[in-house]
């Protein structure tokens, strides 16, 4: 039993990692989560620190994604010996990454014979570049990444909008490390080191390493550019249940007809998927009286539909119902909601769900912003924001950045906030304000710096009226994206790869 107690303890630090992320914003808190995980794996070997770093992810990651299960079980109907194993399965897939990181680590550690740079050096470099590959790999799910523990006014903040999201959590996971080893020289034993300034040394380093995120948050990256614009954000709070029920369809267009009425902004835009219908079958008097009542005050509506393409295929769109063909088709879409998954192996679940449109087909990359009230909007839709370089292309292209969503699959969970979190992190990125039109919440208007100025609160139904300032210019990240980050991370590793092969 006493063998096991590192491995529960590591499992029971890592269900303190919610904390760190919004709602909760207790982002210094990540440092030492990191750094008692460091100390358990520094002089373990590569299969122990696979297992402590597994345990330490799967819990942080479970309690910070539980909401999968609410969407799937609450909202969806699927089955609670169906959902359960389901929801378990992302945290499950999640930890392999980090695990994997401090496995190479550890390997790193052992081949080149020193392991104190191995892991203040290599752990932080693998770690960024797992958390990267998570990003993408299998369509990639980036949530929950070390950097977003920083967003949106941590220390680390300010190396956003340079290296990204991904050189955040390289800057957090070097803190992490050389704490972790500090508390190892503390606790003595094997981890005593031959040359104490070693310790000072990389003590600065990572003073160095925040003073440096402090000076780049006050950078002005980009400059305003055009007047400031007002924009009325409808969250019109349509319970799922309600959402695509037919006889639920006349409250939504009066829901809707209300809120565009109400509105008092140059740009109005409505939720995604707003109307539980294609936008080819929706009441042509409907949109016509939307229509004229919006151009007559000189503004412009724009709304979340489903949109026919060509043949069977439909798209999850955002269209401009006053600016003639104008429209942004989400690309990126999501496995299990949006698209099936290897059907041959998971279309059978679609029998317990109550999942409409489950079949959209991807808009495509690098879409031309809309041309709206005098400003370039880059839209995305629902967790495409998550995909800090996927934004980069539209977003040299805008002067500003606007979400639409519809966040009602996820229950009173803390699922809508670490989704504004990801928008805080994309604003500061790219140096533009974000706007996020959202059916049940967090409906909010996010500044270039990552700052939210106004919001509504969740599952009110209102129209959220504010005014943001459009942008122009390009950070360091929309310039040069993941790359310089990803190149520094395997030119680290190189090092000690170098120092094996001499061995």
């Known amino acids: 039993m006493k063998r096991l107690l590192p491995f529960l303890f590591t499992g029971l630090v890592g269900l303190a990692y919610p904390a760190t992320l919004a709602p909760y914003g207790h982002g210094w808190l990540v440092l030492p989560l990191l750094a008692i995980l460091f100390s358990q794996v520094f002089t373990a070997g590569p299969g122990r620190a696979f297992v402590l770093a597994y345990l330490w992810a799967l819990s942080g990651f479970t309690a910070s994604f539980y909401w999968t299960y609410l969407s799937l079980h609450d909202i969806a109907g699927l089955p609670a010996v169906f959902a359960g194993p389901l929801t378990l399965l992302l945290p499950a897939w999640l930890a392999l990454f980090p695990a994997v990181a401090t496995a190479l680590a550890a390997w790193l550690a052992q081949a080149s014979g020193?392991?104190?740079?191995?892991?203040?050096?290599g752990w932080p470099a693998l770690w960024t570049i797992f958390e990267w590959v998570r990003g993408w790999l299998i369509t990639g799910f980036p949530w929950g990444s070390l950097g977003y523990t920083q967003i949106p006014d941590g220390p680390l903040a300010g190396y956003a909008p340079v290296l990204g999201i991904f050189g955040v959590s390289w800057a957090v996971a070097s803190s992490g490390a050389v704490l972790g080893w500090l508390l190892s020289l503390l606790g003595g034993g094997q981890t005593t080191v031959r040359r104490p300034w070693q310790a000072a040394l990389s003590t600065g380093l990572v003073a160095v390493l925040w003073a440096g995120g402090a000076s780049?948050?006050?950078v002005e990256w980009t400059r305003p550019v055009g007047a400031p614009l007002t924009v009325s954000l409808a969250q019109g709070a349509i319970p799922q249940s309600m959402k695509w029920d037919p006889a639920s369809f006349e409250l939504t267009l009066q829901v809707y007809a209300e809120q565009v009425v109400a509105a008092r902004g140059k740009l109005i835009v409505l939720p995604e998927t707003a109307f539980p219908l294609m936008y080819d079958q929706m009441p042509p008097e409907y949109l016509q009286a939307m229509r004229k009542l919006v151009e007559s005050r000189g503004a412009e509506l724009v709304s979340g539909v489903p949109d026919r393409g060509d043949g069977d295929r439909y798209y999850n769109s955002v269209v401009s119902v006053t600016g003639g063909q104008q429209r942004y088709?989400?690309?990126?879409?999501?496995?299990?909601?949006?698209?099936v998954p290897l059907p041959w192996l998971t279309g059978w679940l679609y029998r317990y769900m109550n999942m409409p449109l489950a079949g959209f087909t991807p808009g495509g990359a690098n879409q031309a912003p809309m041309t709206l009230a005098g400003q370039r909007v880059a839209f995305n839709?629902?967790?495409e924001d998550s995909f800090g370089e996927e934004l980069i292309g539209p977003a040299?292209?805008?002067?500003l950045l606007a979400n639409v969503s519809n966040?009602?699959?996820?229950?009173?969970?803390?699922?809508a906030w670490q989704h504004l979190q990801l928008a805080q992190a994309r604003a500061l990125e790219t140096g533009r304000p974000m706007i996020r039109a959202t059916n049940t919440g967090l409906t909010a208007v996010v500044d270039h710096r990552g700052r939210v100025v106004a919001s509504l609160p969740q599952f009110q139904r209102a129209v959220l009226e504010s005014s943001v300032q459009g942008r122009t210019g390009l950070t360091p990240y929309m310039r040069l994206g993941n790359g310089p980050v990803i190149v520094l991370a395997l030119l680290v590793l190189g090092l000690f790869a170098g120092r094996r092969r001499r061995r």
Do not use: I
């Open 114 to 121: 020193r392991r104190s740079g191995a892991w203040l050096l």
């Open 216 to 218: 780049f948050a006050r």
């Open 329 to 339: 088709s989400k690309d990126h879409l999501v496995p299990f909601g949006e698209f």
């Open 381 to 383: 839709v629902c967790y």
């Open 396 to 399: 040299r292209e805008a002067t």
């Open 407 to 415: 966040m009602a699959w996820f229950g009173h969970s803390n699922a």
